[in-house]
């Protein structure tokens, strides 16, 4: 029977040429797989790029969080709270606007209020009150400079501000206490510790140091003093000695182990440090050596001639009033001379202030392993198992003591103590391999990890394209093959009667035709092979 059919020319006819070829579970299946490999692609895209989201506020109070998302609500901008509810993201375009706009409206507010609550004052405010925002105020301008640290999330600070006296016995001391919430898996040295106290300290008047008390969330006191032979030795204090400590045994440890080998050795320094402030001043005279300071020279001379001389009076001083009897005098000469010498003898006064944190004493302990070889008639395997422990010699273990002796500046005189001991360690299975690729991989992660998960997403978005899409776009614009024309009365049923009606060979025209058409010759063979199934099972 022949079909009269036209082929398909175009790109679109070809497409619904193809398409209603296939039964209606295949379309059916074609167009929803299509659409979800199509549908994919942008999926994955959006998965493997970080969202254009920028955090508008970070660690905020659960009121500030939702008087923030009112706002956002009320004006239609797209936001997003994190998983723990602190932290809301807007478009990284909006930031800095939303914020300006936000600290217009007063929030965050709950997690602390600065300066800024003397902006709206209003009429009839008591002295207290005031004093009540400052203290306010003041705690709530500290929490936020403590919570600038990289490691701290939130600050809590808490001032006790006593009254003023008018007698200074009835003065109390000003006290504060600083609650920190530090971020998973952070810590802080006691050095920064040190600054948040410092920072407190400086801030509020009449506050001391030692009168500011620091705790974590877990309500451990980070602020801690050590009291060492009746004084009081600071954190900083406290650090020093253990770098200098840690510095001894780096020292120690390092030369051990490029002379025994690694996990061969352990040392322990323990030093005890003068933290005393000394200052001498001495005074020393030389009386051998005089030189004149200071000199004074006076002298004064008088001489004085003879003159008249009577009876003093009136009637001495009046005329005519008869002779006056004038009595003869003498020359008088006073002479007076005054020296006087001062001498300095040579003075040197010297100026010593010993350093701080010198060592007064100085304790090591070394424990060095021994050496292994195979127990005799045991074979060892790659765990070094079945090994027999041998001890130094005395005259290595003397090297050793001195090597450490120096290596530390030993020294008899402050009773400085050393001890070596020779003992066999516990031994395991190394992992150093293990450790190797552990921090290859870490390393790996920390250097690409922020690649990997697009080029993942782009990788898959290829493959749905490459083995989804692509074959079923083929199957669809491909052209369909000419159809062979088939005799009018019909293909011959058995092998025989096909024989009989071609001129040529069978082998021939069974090549030919599998050339022209491969589909049509496979389609002839299954019904032939069909043919000749039914006659054997008619036979049987």
């Known amino acids: 029977m022949a079909e009269d059919t036209q082929r398909p020319k175009t790109l679109p006819e070809t497409i619904l040429h193809n398409f209603q070829a296939l039964t209606m579970p295949q379309r059916v299946g074609l167009v929803v797989v299509l659409a979800l490999g199509i549908a994919v692609i942008p999926v994955l895209a959006l998965m493997g790029k970080e969202p254009d989201m920028g955090v508008l506020f970070a660690d905020l109070e659960r009121e500030d969080v939702q008087a923030i998302a009112a706002k956002l609500d009320s004006q239609k901008i797209p936001y997003h709270v994190s998983e723990s509810g602190d932290t809301i993201t807007v478009p990284s375009t909006q930031v800095h606007e939303l914020r300006l706009q936000m600290a217009s409206d007063g929030l965050p507010e709950a997690g602390g209020v600065g300066f800024e609550i003397f902006d709206r004052v209003g009429l009839g405010v008591t002295q207290f009150v005031q004093k009540m925002n400052y203290r306010r105020a003041l705690q709530g301008e500290l929490a936020r400079t403590i919570s600038q640290i990289r490691e701290v999330e939130r600050t809590r600070v808490h001032l006790v501000i006593p009254e003023r006296r008018l007698f200074t016995s009835d003065k109390q001391p000003a006290q504060a206490a600083v609650v920190l919430t530090l971020r998973r898996g952070a810590s802080l040295t006691q050095g920064q510790v040190q600054g948040v106290t410092h920072l407190v300290s400086s801030s509020v008047e009449g506050l001391k140091p030692t009168d500011v008390t620091v ?212 031994t395991a299975p190394l992992t150093e391999g293990d450790e190797h690729i552990a921090g290859m991989v870490h390393s790996f992660l920390s250097t690409w990890g922020g690649l990997i998960k697009p080029a993942v997403f782009l990788v898959l978005g290829l493959l749905v394209l490459l083995l989804v899409v692509r074959p079923m776009v083929t199957s669809l614009i491909t052209p369909p093959s000419e159809p062979v024309p088939v005799p009018q009365d019909g293909l011959p049923v058995t092998v025989a009667e096909y024989e009989a009606e071609i001129t040529e060979t069978p082998e021939e025209h069974a090549i030919k035709l599998a050339s022209d058409n491969p589909t049509t010759a496979a389609h002839v063979i299954r019904t032939w092979i069909k043919s000749e199934q039914e006659e054997k099972a008619e036979k049987a």
């Open 215 to 426: 705790v974590d969330s877990h309500g451990q006191v980070l602020s801690k003093t050590t009291g060492q032979k009746g004084a009081q030795l600071t954190s900083s204090q406290v650090d020093m000695q253990r770098t200098v400590e840690h510095d001894l045994e780096q020292r120690v440890q390092t030369m051990l182990d490029k002379v025994l080998g690694r996990n061969k050795s352990v040392v322990r320094v323990s030093t005890t440090l003068d933290f005393r402030h000394v200052e001498v001043t001495e005074e020393t005279y030389d009386p051998e050596s005089q030189v004149v300071r200071s000199e004074n020279r006076s002298q004064e001379k008088v001489i004085e001639d003879a003159g008249p001389s009577g009876v003093p009076g009136v009637r001495s001083n009046v005329p005519n009033d008869g002779p006056v009897d004038v009595g003869s005098g003498r020359p008088k000469e006073a002479k007076r001379k005054n020296e006087i010498l001062n001498y300095e003898m040579n003075r040197k006064v010297s100026k010593i202030v010993e350093p701080t944190g010198s060592i007064e004493r100085l304790s090591v302990a070394v424990l060095v392993d021994g050496t292994y070889v195979p127990a005799e008639g045991a074979e060892t395997d790659a765990a070094g198992t079945d090994m027999t422990y041998v001890p130094r010699s005395e005259e290595e273990m003397s090297k050793l003591v001195d090597i450490v002796k120096k290596a530390v500046g030993f020294s008899e005189a402050r009773g400085d103590e050393i001890e070596v001991v020779n003992t066999p360690f516990e």
